[in-house]
């Protein structure tokens, strides 16, 4: 991200001599390499093999349960409200959501610049009004929604999920961030759609169990 960013920094640091590794991984397959990359660099590879299977190990034993959930819950995921825009398939944030138990409304959007970023637009949105029974919607410094800004969206309230008050808010440092924090993310999601099944007691065991360090 450095690169794109700070072109001009980065040029002058290499002209200098400064060796610069610019990283952005933006699939969960690219975020294992990620984490292994960073352990090279640090001298703590063993250390970011055993973060990498203790986070696949945690996405198993949860995947097991919400697999067995039906019916499963149709959601929407928002990245840019005044864009109205979702994640493509292969985001994090779609990871954390399916593994959380539910269904991506969105799974026909495309990337938009070659980024996890995907365009889709109200009309499409709305075409799903009826079937949609969460919304969710990512904060951050490109996203700053609210639950009242979306339900004062032109249209919006026929959409089942305003209807029946089914939006929350997700904090972007945990879904679309390549950190093991992901898992709370996933976690989060799971106590927003099914919050019989993610208790506060099944979501404080499964952090604990698994181990996994910020």
């Known amino acids: 991200m450095i690169d794109r960013g700070y072109a001009a920094l980065v040029q002058r640091l290499e002209k200098s001599g400064v060796t610069v590794i610019s990283l952005q991984p933006g699939s969960i397959d690219e975020m294992f390499v990620y984490w292994r990359i960073l352990g090279v660099l640090a001298g703590k590879q063993e250390r970011a093999g055993y973060m990498v299977r203790q986070f696949k190990h945690a996405v198993s034993s949860l995947k097991k349960i919400t697999g067995n959930i039906y019916p499963k819950k149709k959601v929407y995921f928002e990245s840019i409200h005044k864009k109205m825009k979702t ?27 070659g980024t996890n970023i995907a365009n889709y637009g109200k009309e499409r949105i709305l ?10 919607a ?9 639950v009242e800004i979306i339900k004062a969206e032109s249209g919006f309230h026929l959409i089942r ?13 945990i879904v679309s961030r390549p950190t093991p924090r992901l898992l709370n993310g996933i976690l989060e999601i799971g106590k927003n759609l099914y919050p019989d099944i993610f208790t506060r007691k099944f979501i404080e065991t499964t952090i604990t169990r698994t181990k996994v360090e910020n």
């Open 127 to 136: 075409s799903h009004a009826s079937k949609i029974d969460v919304y969710l």
């Open 87 to 113: 994640f493509t398939r292969d985001s994090m944030a779609i990871f954390a959501l399916e593994t959380a138990g539910g269904i991506n409304i969105g799974s026909d959007a495309l990337s938009s610049r």
């Open 161 to 173: 999920a305003v209807e029946e008050n089914q939006i929350f808010i997700i904090s972007e440092m």
């Open 138 to 146: 990512q904060k951050g410094s490109m996203n700053q929604p609210t």
